[in-house]
């Protein structure tokens, strides 16, 4: 508008210019307002969505504690059934397979680690599944397997850890002067404690001392990995906690 408009003139073009362009305001005004609105709704129901599953995973968790297996199992059933969707039912699946290799029934426990494996809701339980799956195969005496489950991927911050499992594989293979390189190279790049240094450098140390220059070993190291069952996720003030990432 020019300077020298007067109030009135000023008035009357801004009458003109709201019903030109008034609908089309209001209708933008209302629909911010209906996206705002689904936005709240749609993060209450996520909110409450993973309130109900960690309840659930928490059920599981205090009955294992309790050597209730089978109200452990249940409530991991009512967890994949209603919350598939969301880390707590990996959690879940991380939780049955230490139970099922606790009870030696290894080819379950590499189904549900399988899973979770292919399929996470959360890439860094999907390398957790992917390290404690290649233990159960070891232990299944398939190592070259293991191997292949190990070489997948980029292990990233889990990198020593899977090192430490990719020796244990070439040990089971018979090549300890391999299983002893993985096991220096997990020491040397694990700069943030994934690994237990101290047993780590002690079974260094035994496979070296058994390892003659250039020759095999003689006898085995004491074993380094063993499956543990997943730890729950501590429980937030006014809502459930990420999941816990831990292998």
Sequence with gaps: MESYLDERERWEALLGWLRENGLSILAGVALAAVAFGGYRWWQGHLDQRDFNAYGLYAQMENALGRGDEVSAFAAAGELE?????????????????GVFVRDGELGRAAGELRVVMLHPHDPILGLIARLRLARVQIAQHQAKEALATLDAVNPGAFA???DVV???????LGEPAAALAQYRLARATDLGGETDKQLLSLEISDLASSLPQNSS???PPRGISAVHPAKPAPAGKQRPPEPKRRG
Excluded: I
């Design 217 to 219: 070993a003689s006898s």
């Design 160 to 162: 020593a850890r899977y």
């Design 81 to 97: 059934r209603a919350y598939a969707s969301t880390p707590y039912a990996d959690q879940a699946r991380l939780a049955s397979a």
């Design 166 to 172: 990719r020796g244990d594989a070439y040990y089971a």
